[in-house]
């Protein structure tokens, strides 16, 4: 789902392109744009504290809020915790909801607190032309019931496209071989994504890959840029802002791209017999109400808008986890040998349950995301006034947040928080199976005499596959945010975590792993509310020998 998911979660873009991209396009407008933004500094002092929220303020420079947010979340949630206060980041005033109130909010209708105006607002959509109005419902009916539901379907081909492309452009490594695995990782994540969403017709071709992963990075640049604009300027600053011809152009080339593959299948569709193709493109078509199939344009930008919702924070996270391995090696071979086990021949990459049953990676990898995920989350815009349990009113118009790099280092939450432990959730799954196991087998009586003996009984993840789907790496709850929350929590996590399975599992089953001598994990990019990881950074691959 596009507006329903949180800006910082599916907009998580790579940093380090900023300073050349900034520069780009016309230098008179960049000069114009700079001289009217250090204009505005001057004439127009910041606006005062309306909001009406009776909370404390967290003080920091907005230069400080530009490049250091995590920290500074860190620092005040260790100052507040469990109390409601705001903070004045570059986007302006934002109120921060603990943990601990999070669930009173939740579950509130959209109209009383809304998720979707909050996105829409933060991506300028107004401009930028983000969000996919009246088609946001059907995307997230399509990725949960159509996507989510036929993943293992999906594996073989994701695992082919995989193969693809470390066959084509990831080195040999027959000795220790420095490699940026951050650029190539989005190739990937891109590749596999589009064979899904778009099939094979198009999933390699460049211009689409192109298209597909600077979209996203495109468009926050534009956001970016507008943001130093107050609003009333925004309307006439909007042509400042080369960004927006981009996506203009983008979505164009989308609908060119799109358009003979779409009316192929309209027109094949006709014949007796047709077999439809089986991927994102497809379910969409047949989604549309008859007046919408033949709308190219929309089609493209519901792909666009699909693309950078997941392509980036996907692969940036199987990024983070790939450094989380570099340093911690006392992890692979654990890691590895769960892979062997459970992926022991081709066959076992498509059976249904063969990635839920990678628990010790599933573990790995929501440990990797704690630590390196999102600096906050559950964004909403209060709609009508609402009153907290602890006495906080928050008036309508009021901009929440949650403090998710805050929550994510709460020792009461997470016990030794500051301590990477690959197998933290996957302990704590063990746990809550032991004491299912304890509670079920004291609630049974003692089985009569019997000539022949009863079956064993089933686990509980035998009878519920989601027992333990508390500490599963796509379980969301009120401490566990990088998906959203509630209704409107990410409905492609399932998805994600699939592919990113995937690709963890082939490395670490092909692949030894380490950092350069001396050196050690690299440091995230950090730009406003966004964290990524470095794209420059060097890690050592070698290829394994077959046992």
Known sequence: ?????????????????????????????YYIAFSAIVLCIWLFQPDKRKCGVSAPFYKASRLK??????????????????????????????????????????GLAEDTLSARTAVREAMLSEYTNLCAGQHTDTLSLLLKCKMTGQLARMTPQLKEELEYIIATEFP???????????????????????????????????????????????????????????PWMRPAAQY????????????????SMLTPIIEERIRDGETPGYEKPDDFAQWLLDALPEDQKGDYYIQGKLQLLLSAASIHTTSNLTTDCIYDLAVHQDMQELLREEAREVLEDDEAWGKKDSMARLKKL???IKESQRL??????????????????????????????????????????????????????????????????????????????????????????????????????????????????????????????CEIKMILAYLLLNYDIKLKDGEGRPAPNMFMMTKSPSTTAEILFRRRTCS
């Open 65 to 106: 809020w530009m490049f250091s947010a995590d920290t500074l979340i860190k620092d005040s949630y260790s100052k507040f915790r469990d109390t409601v206060y705001q903070i004045k980041t570059t986007e302006g005033v934002r109120t921060i909801i603990p943990a601990s109130l999070v669930g009173e909010l939740k």
């Open 1 to 29: 789902m596009i507006e329903d998911a949180s800006p910082h979660t599916n907009f998580t873009i790579v940093t380090d392109v900023l300073p050349s991209q900034v520069l780009g396009g016309s230098r008179l407008s």
């Open 372 to 497: 390196s995920g999102n600096v906050t989350s559950f964004i909403r815009k209060v709609m009508k006034p609402i009153d907290l349990s602890d006495g906080t009113h928050l008036p309508a118009g009021t901009n929440l947040l949650a403090p998710m790099a805050g929550v994510a280092v709460d020792s009461r939450y997470y016990p030794d928080p500051e301590v990477f432990d690959g197998l933290r959730f996957w302990k704590l799954r063990q746990q809550q199976h032991s004491t299912s196991s304890s509670i079920s087998t004291a609630s049974t009586p003692s089985p009569s005499p019997s000539p022949s003996p009863s079956p064993p009984s089933p686990t509980d993840e035998q009878v519920n596959p989601n027992a333990n789907g508390k500490w599963q790496f796509t379980s969301i709850s009120d401490t566990a945010m990088n998906f959203g929350l509630g209704k409107h929590a990410c409905p492609g996590r399932f998805f994600a975590s």
């Open 240 to 255: 400042l802002v080369s960004e927006l011809c981009t996506i203009r152009r983008d979505l164009e080339k989308a609908q």
């Open 362 to 364: 599933d573990s790995f």
């Open 172 to 230: 040999e490594c027959e000795e220790w071989t420095p490699f940026k695995i951050q650029p190539f990782m989005i190739r990937t994540v891109a590749r596999l994504s589009g064979r899904v969403f778009v099939g094979s017709a198009l999933n390699r071709v460049e211009e689409w890959m192109d298209v597909s992963i600077n979209f996203a990075v495109t468009a926050f640049l534009a956001v970016i840029k507008l943001q130093f604009f107050p």
